[in-house]
T-cell receptor
Framework: AQSVTQLGSHVSVSEGALVLLRCNYS??????LFWYVQYPNQGLQLLLK??????LVKGINGFEAEFKKSETSFHLTKPSAHMSDAAEYFC????????????FGTGTSLTVIP | DTAVSQTPKYLVTQMGNDKSIKCEQN?????MYWYKQDSKKFLKIMFS???????INETVPNRFSPKSPDKAHLNLHINSLELGDSAVYFC?????????FGPGTRLTVT
């Protein structure tokens, strides 16, 4: 079975500071991992994904994430936070019996302080 | 534009009514989903269809019934609406590794 745990439902950072959003997963098969961003009153938008290959993946808006199998983690980072990064972030793992089910974490709300 | 679209964007209705939410995707994807997002932003999978066939049917009240007339459409019909049904409902589609989400339908039951 697959599941995702996001540590910290709320994270606040100062503008220009490092953003680190934590995600740990559980998967009985090699995982496909995703980070999505949701801006207020909008749908979810894919930030980045890991399927196979390079464990450090780069996404849109300067975000990146590193797949660490030994730690079962897929933490999201950005070197310098911008005000426009304030949003809800969701980590997800793909799996299920048919491989078509996506399991989402409970989300982390990112606040950027001017 | 290629996208996942939902109608309506907002839906306000009274308890006991029946309502439908429509979803269309023109991405050529084979799999479509319905999610419910509650006030705490938690996303819960409700249904998934692959090539018009139901493949995921999570524990939701049978007042909720999905209908997929073709691969590009997955509609959600809700009977006898209750206060607890108030939420944002998202449609999504996928092929291979990624899901693409619609803009959501905010349902308010009064």
């Amino acid at each position: 079975a697959q599941s995702v745990t996001q540590l910290g439902s709320h994270v606040s950072v100062s503008e220009g500071a490092l953003v680190l959003l934590r995600c740990n997963y559980s998967s009985s098969v090699p995982p496909y991992l995703f980070w999505y961003v949701q801006y207020p009153n909008q749908g979810l938008q894919l930030l980045l994904k890991y399927t196979t290959g390079a464990t450090l993946v780069k996404g849109i808006n300067g975000f990146e994430a590193e797949f660490k199998k030994s730690e079962t983690s897929f933490h999201l980072t950005k070197p310098s936070a911008h005000m426009s990064d304030a949003a809800e972030y969701f980590c997800a793992v793909r799996g299920g019996r048919t491989g078509n089910q996506f399991y989402f974490g409970t989300g982390t709300s990112l606040t950027v302080i001017p | 534009d290629t996208a996942v679209s939902q109608t309506p964007k907002y839906l306000v209705t009274q308890m006991g009514n029946d309502k439908s939410i429509k979803c269309e995707q023109n991405l050529g994807h084979d799999t479509m989903y319905w999610y419910k997002q509650d006030s705490k932003k938690f996303l819960k999978i409700m249904f998934s269809y692959n090539n018009k066939e139901l493949i995921i049917n999570e524990t939701v009240p049978n007042r909720f019934s999905p209908k997929s007339p073709d691969k590009a459409h997955l509609n959600l019909h809700i009977n006898s609406l209750e206060l607890g049904d108030s939420a944002v409902y998202f449609c999504a589609s996928s092929r291979d590794y990624e899901q693409y989400f619609g803009p959501g339908t905010r349902l308010t039951v009064t």
